[in-house]
Antibody
Framework: EVQLLESGGGLVQPGGSLRLSCAAS????????MTWVRQAPGKGLEWVAA????????YYADSVKGRVTISRDNSNNTLYLQMNSLRAEDTAVYFC????????????????WGRGTLVTVSS | QSVLTQPPSVSAAPGQKVTISCSGS????????VSWYQQFPGTAPKLLIY???KRPSGIPDRFSGSKSGTSATLGITGLQTGDEADYYC???????????FGGGTKVTVL
């Protein structure tokens, strides 16, 4: 079955760290760019970070740049998001998503999404 | 504040048509492709439109997309109660080297 399954969310204190994982199955993981998108409670979608299939290039939203690192393990079909110096405004459901095809970023579409994992930053 | 601007809400009666606008700039919509997503409460977004106006398999032709300059539009015809959801536009922003989403539009069927 083609799916993405996030894990690693939870309650963390401000200034703390957390690593999210996204296990992929049912497709050739290394062939596709992947992304993390988050959604704060009651708010809209916010693009967070992306990584190409090989892992050689990464991209970040200004709101997380310097605090977050996206990475992938193609041998284990897993995407990661390491989050440091967490703030209250990082509280959100974090979704991982697969880019639709192998074209460049001019065509940014995500055709497969996980169910999300909730990160709560609070003391 | 989102880089792409959408109206917070739109509404219409069953069977009618709604359109949702998405306004951006040359660095995103103007020079890149637009996609649209549908999201029901508590669930993951679903790809509705890609390449400005193409529908993935399984998406009914009641949903359509268009783009002109730095703006894009999602249209839903034959509105059904099951279409009540939040809709988001998205595009790559070349200047930011980042993806951007619109703020989302809630569709209500009266």
């Amino acid at each position: 079955e083609v799916q993405l399954l996030e894990s690693g969310g939870g309650l963390v204190q401000p200034g703390g760290s957390l690593r999210l994982s996204c296990a992929a199955s049912g497709f050739t993981f290394s062939s596709y760019a992947m992304t993390w998108v988050r959604q704060a409670p009651g708010k809209g979608l916010e693009w967070v970070a992306a990584i190409i299939g090989s892992g050689d290039s990464t991209y970040y939203a200004d709101s997380v740049k310097g605090r977050v690192t996206i990475s992938r393990d193609n041998s284990n079909n897993t995407l990661y998001l390491q989050m440091n110096s967490l703030r209250a405004e990082d509280t959100a459901v974090y979704f991982c998503a697969k880019k639709f095809d192998g074209s460049g970023w001019s065509k940014m579409y995500f055709d497969l999404w996980g169910r999300g994992t909730l990160v709560t930053v609070s003391s | 504040q989102s880089v792409l601007t959408q109206p917070p809400s739109v509404s219409a009666a069953p069977g009618q048509k709604v359109t949702i606008s998405c306004s951006g700039s040359n660095s995103n919509i103007g020079n890149n492709y637009v996609s649209w997503y549908q999201q029901f409460p508590g669930t993951a977004p679903k790809l509705l439109i890609y390449d400005n106006n193409k529908r993935p398999s399984g998406i009914p032709d009641r949903f359509s997309g268009s783009k002109s300059g730095t703006s894009a539009t999602l249209g839903i015809t034959g509105l059904q109660t099951g279409d009540e959801a939040d809709y988001y536009c998205a595009a790559w922003d070349t200047s930011l080297s980042a993806g951007v989403f619109g703020g989302g539009t809630k569709v209500t069927v009266l």
